[in-house]
């Protein structure tokens, strides 16, 4: 099983400021998915990378697929505290048999 | 009304008793699964279940089963519930058709066994 790594664990920051959470991997995926859950709400799907190198815009989020495609990123810029909530990677672990491996999360706050 | 619907939403079971945690979705989809959050710990697969007559383990089954009675619905019980398995929830759908596709989740179930 592909572990994901998820850092930091947890983030605080203030309204406006910019920050970037990493999920990382010593396996190589065919796909990263990020998630976003709200307290009291299951995930729910942000994105989908596919390519090495790829990068996607939601918004104010910009996704990034490393070359090698076993890390991503996720930067939000402005950061607003409708953005508070708990940031999950996940990957296939099962081939053809799809299942979805989840990294730890990133529990973010965003303060007034 | 939500697309992958959770019953109950949360449940308090004494240590010892049997409990099942329903799911029921209106997506169509083959491909059911049941994670367990913990907090520092994110989400890990229980059970997942490809079609009907498919169950498969996932990487913390022991202390649970499951029942596919239907596409549509996909049980989880704990036979002799235990402090430890104290946690939220979740079931999953996913539509096998497409590739790197999302999976659809409820909206949780939060079960406490004291």
């Known amino acids: 099983t592909q572990l994901l790594e998820q850092s930091p664990q947890f983030l605080s920051i203030q309204e406006g400021e910019n920050l970037t959470v990493y999920c990382n991997s010593s396996s190589v995926f065919s796909s990263l998915q990020w998630y976003r859950q709200e307290p009291g709400e299951g995930p729910v799907l942000l994105v989908t990378?596919?390519?090495?190198?790829e990068v996607k815009k939601l918004k104010r989020l910009t996704f990034q697929f490393g070359d090698a495609r076993k890390d991503s990123s996720l930067h939000i810029t402005a950061a607003q505290p409708g953005d508070t909530g708990l940031y999950l990677c996940?990957?296939?672990?099962?081939?053809?048999?799809?299942?979805?491996?989840f990294g730890k999360g990133t529990l973010l706050t965003v303060n007034p | 009304d939500a697309d992958v619907t959770q019953t109950p939403r949360n449940r308090i079971t004494k240590t010892g008793k049997r409990i099942m945690l329903e799911c029921s979705q209106t997506k169509g989809h083959d491909r059911m699964y049941w994670y367990r959050q913990d907090p520092g710990l994110g989400l890990r697969l229980i059970y997942y279940s490809f079609d009907v007559k498919d169950i498969n383990k996932g990487e913390i089954s022991d202390g649970y089963s499951v029942s596919r009675q239907a596409q549509a619905k996909f049980s989880l019980s704990l036979e002799s519930a235990i402090p430890n398995q104290t946690a939220l929830y979740f079931c999953?759908?996913?539509?096998?058709?497409?590739?790197?596709?999302?999976?659809?989740f409820g909206q949780g179930t939060r079960l406490t066994v004291v």
């Open positions: 990378v596919v390519t090495g190198g």
């Open positions: 999953a759908t996913s539509d096998p058709g497409r590739p790197n596709t999302e999976a659809f």
């Open positions: 996940a990957a296939n672990s099962g081939g053809s048999n799809y299942k979805l491996t």
